[in-house]
């Protein structure tokens, strides 16, 4: 008798109801270097098809998108907890904008650039030629489920690498759905593979040997992956986690900047890499501005129907955090502006849109990523000390500067260590798909989007080209009677004043030794 073997389900609750939605067959670590074996196998064929031959392919994913589009929007709601409009607006919108600016951009970006030849190697072409580095591991987390997998994915694929998803654990109808998504645009097989599970299937897979790693999540996990990495020369990109400041000046729209704020730290009930996890007011406006936050955050709804403002918390475990964070904070003297006390909390996922005053830099609240809806704010007294406060963390993901003045605004800007800023606005660069998205410090390593974010899935090569004419070079053997000639001709061409003449009779004389 053969015994069946049982195959371990992801069980997928849907965070706003507790209601069990789904079940997940999870992938077996046994099945990694089959995985890896079906991803050389596709790389193969993948990456010597032109780069538009490629995009047909992405031109069916996209247009299935947008025919779905309300299914996938009901999918990523019923699997995080997120509100509808959240899930269309910040999950599905990017992903559809990545591969429309994908489709438009590719082929110039990826095809072989010409370089400049200096003037000392006459006679000589360069180019830069971006060659498909082979199976790419992508690791996403749950916040944003499908942009966060999906735009790493399609930058990888239109580079003419095959890959590997291996998306959250706690979302897996999305990995799921991205999944479906794929095999039904025509992607040839091993092209686009999706292994489900948790952390010990993210590991089987970091240690699988894959030819770059593009992981997002949180700093702890980016760490242990860079490990593996450095162990097996791997290159990697890590998206990791945010404090992202938002400082108010006294001279900023305070109507905009309070709805901002309310937005900004309450979209996806503030699961948010970029955030704003920390608000810094000038003093003198300070009473004022708290009333206008205050108002706005009295006026959002939270629920799960079509019209809510904020949705429910996605993962349990993050609850924890949000609530000792907050615990530590009134312990010591911080001040509740709107919410509750963690010990009034309802049971459930939805948790109270929470403000805090009275606060300490040196505060969990301040000092670690929170990851729920719950925003301290600070008083400053000087645009330096709002600079400190601001790059007083690990973190340097994001920052938003909100000032009428535009040279104040830019040179505050400017000073913040963060990957990118925003002025009068919140979270926005990253839907700007031709900017740059990326951290500095703990908020990680490297960047995406942009030509960049094409291009850091190809091996540059560097080429020099020469028409093979003459029989020799001046700087190959032998070198009898070169030095001299070399430091004439050398010290005038670097000079701050160069004679041609001398410097063309120096060259022929290095011709003419044979
Ligand atoms: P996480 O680090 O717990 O998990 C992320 C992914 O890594 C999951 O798929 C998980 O299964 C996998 N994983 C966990 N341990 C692993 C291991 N040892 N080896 C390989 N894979 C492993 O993060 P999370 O809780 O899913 O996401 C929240 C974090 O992500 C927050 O810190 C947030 O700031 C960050 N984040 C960053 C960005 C960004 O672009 N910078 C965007 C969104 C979220």
Redesign the pocket.
């Known amino acids: 008798m053969h015994s069946v073997e049982q195959v371990p389900k992801l069980t997928v609750i849907a965070p706003a109801t507790g209601q069990l939605i789904a079940e997940i067959e999870e992938t077996r670590i046994h099945e990694v270097p089959l995985f890896y074996q079906r991803g050389r196998n596709a790389f193969a064929a993948w990456s010597c098809i032109s780069i538009p031959d490629r995009l047909r392919y992405f031109r069916k994913l996209k247009q299935l998108m947008v025919d779905e589009m309300d299914q996938i929007a009901r999918i990523i709601s019923d699997d995080t907890g997120k509100v509808l409009t959240e899930a269309i607006v910040a999950d599905i919108m990017p992903t559809l904008d990545a591969i429309d600016h994908i489709i438009r951009h590719a082929e110039k970006v990826l095809s072989r650039q010409k370089a400049k030849t200096p003037f000392l190697l006459i006679g000589k072409k360069s180019y830069i030629e971006y060659m498909s580095r082979g199976v790419v591991l992508v690791?996403?987390?749950?916040?944003?489920p499908l942009q966060?997998a999906m735009v790493p994915m399609v930058s990888a694929l239109a580079g003419g690498n095959s890959v590997i998803l291996?998306?959250?654990?706690?979302t897996p109808l999305v990995g799921k759905c991205i999944e479906d998504l794929f095999n039904r645009s025509g992607f040839p097989e091993g092209t686009v593979q999706v292994a489900h599970?948790?952390?010990?299937?993210?590991?089987?897979?970091?240690e699988g040997k894959p030819d770059y790693i593009f992981?997002?999540?949180?700093?702890?996990?980016?760490k242990?992956?860079q490990q593996?990495a450095a162990r097996d020369l791997i290159p990697t990109t890590?998206?990791?986690?945010?404090k992202d400041p938002m400082i108010v000046f006294k001279d900023a729209n305070l109507e905009r900047a309070a709805k901002a704020a309310a937005w900004g730290a309450f979209t996806n009930s503030g699961?948010?890499?970029?955030s704003a996890e920390r608000l810094y007011v000038e003093r003198s406006i300070s009473d004022e501005f708290l009333e206008l936050l205050k108002s706005e955050v009295r006026n959002l709804t939270q629920g799960s129907d079509e019209n809510a403002d904020v949705g429910s918390m996605t993962?349990p475990?993050?609850k924890d955090i949000v609530k000792a964070q907050l615990e530590e904070a009134l312990a010591r003297g911080a001040k509740l502006e709107t919410g509750l006390e963690p010990v009034n909390w309802q049971e459930g996922m939805f948790l109270p849109l929470t403000v805090v005053t009275h606060v300490e830099q040196d505060m969990k609240i301040i000092q670690e990523?929170t990851?729920g809806p719950l925003l301290p704010v600070v008083h400053f007294d000087t645009e330096d000390e709002a600079v400190t406060l601001a790059n007083g963390t690990v973190f340097g993901?994001n920052a938003s500067v909100w000032t009428k003045d535009k040279e104040k605004a830019r040179r505050v800007a400017s000073r913040l260590v963060s990957?990118a800023v925003v002025i009068n606005d919140v979270i926005i660069t990253?839907a700007n798909h031709g900017l740059p998205?990326?951290?500095t410090k703990d908020?990680?390593i490297g960047r995406y989007h942009a030509e960049g974010g094409l291009r850091i899935f190809c091996h540059e090569k560097a080429i020099m080209e020469d028409l093979g004419l003459m029989n020799s070079e001046i700087q190959w053997y032998p070198y009898k009677g070169k030095y001299p000639l070399f430091l004439k001709l050398f010290k005038n061409y670097f000079g701050e004043k160069r004679n041609w003449l001398s410097f063309a009779k120096d060259y022929l004389a290095l011709l003419k030794i044979k």
Not at 238 to 242: F, K, V, Y
């Open positions: 690791i996403s987390p749950w916040n944003y966060l291996k998306p959250s654990e706690v599970g948790g952390k010990e299937v993210g590991a089987a897979f970091t992981f997002t999540g949180s700093v702890r996990t980016g242990i992956i593996q890590l998206e990791l986690g945010g699961q948010v890499c970029m993962f475990a993050q990523e990851f993901l990957g990253v998205f990326g951290g908020s990680g």
